[in-house]
């Protein structure tokens, strides 16, 4: 089963950028493929939020926007990238291994006994992975101490922070953005996976955050929205937030869907903490080859 569901090619799967949009779209199905055959294997995960942030991790580390190299995962001139939603390890993992970190056959060993690759990501243990993850609302503060070593070592790189809509009620999120701005970090970029739901249903019910993009901007953000599943619309984004320095850090408001290429998680709460069984995980798996072939 795991040859056919990770195969392994025999040329590097390391990326390079100037990829094709067709190219960018299918790797996103073949992650999302991924993520949803390793959470069956686990028994347990998040494919949910997971599937709703694939297409941002693309333009992340597939569409040029992030210097990084898979072979020196400690290269000092590295741009940085913090999982807030550390739930979403399923997703980074992904792209951790078809970017070439460690092989993509090890994604089956998500959350099995000694693995590198743990229900949410471990520093210690994969390679790739810049720091911890999982207490929500913490790691916007850690990214903006990213940013801030780096503005204090003279260093041009930036800082990628990757937060949940639902992870912004959380009063820690707000201090790390009020202080971000207070030191005028522009080499740091937040980007909401808004897709509307958390583990208790949709944010408007739970606690309305409301016009995200207005509060980042009351606390001195330079803010925008774009579509989260539009790669090119994203890299685009990315890119000109990454160019900016006007004193301000930057965030952008992704829409995106919960569950996102899978018809039956789409939109459903529910999907935000469970393991798809044997029929589910073949039919998730139909559909999004069948997107692939699309693409």
Sequence with gaps: ?????????????????????????????DMRIDIVRMI????????????????????????????????????EDRDRFVLAKGHAAPALYAALAHAGYFPREELKTL?????RLQGHPDCNLCPGVEVST?????????????????KLAGKPQRVFCLLGDGECEEGQVWEAAMWAAHENLDNLVAIVDRNHLQIDGDTANV???????????????????VDGHDIDALIKALNA????????????????IKGRGVSFMENQAGWHGKAPNAEQTEQAVAELEAARKEA
């Design 1 to 29: 089963m795991w040859e056919t569901a990770f195969p392994v090619d025999s040329e590097s799967v390391k990326t390079t950028k100037g990829q094709s949009m067709t190219e960018l779209e299918q790797r996103a199905c």
């Design 40 to 75: 069956a294997e686990a028994g347990s995960g998040h494919p949910g939020g997971s599937l709703s942030c694939t297409d941002i991790l693309t333009a992340l580390y597939f569409g040029g926007v992030m210097d990084h190299d898979p072979e020196q995962p400690k290269w």
């Design 111 to 115: 959350r099995k006994l000694g693995t």
């Design 134 to 150: 999982g207490s929500l609302g913490q790691g916007l503060s850690i990214a903006a101490g990213m940013a801030a070593g780096l």
């Design 207 to 225: 606690c309305d955050p409301g016009d995200m993009c207005a509060k980042f901007s009351a606390f001195g953000w330079e803010a925008s929205q």
């Design 241 to 256: 937030a990454r160019r900016a320095a006007d004193g301000r850090p930057h965030v952008l408001v992704a829409n995106t």
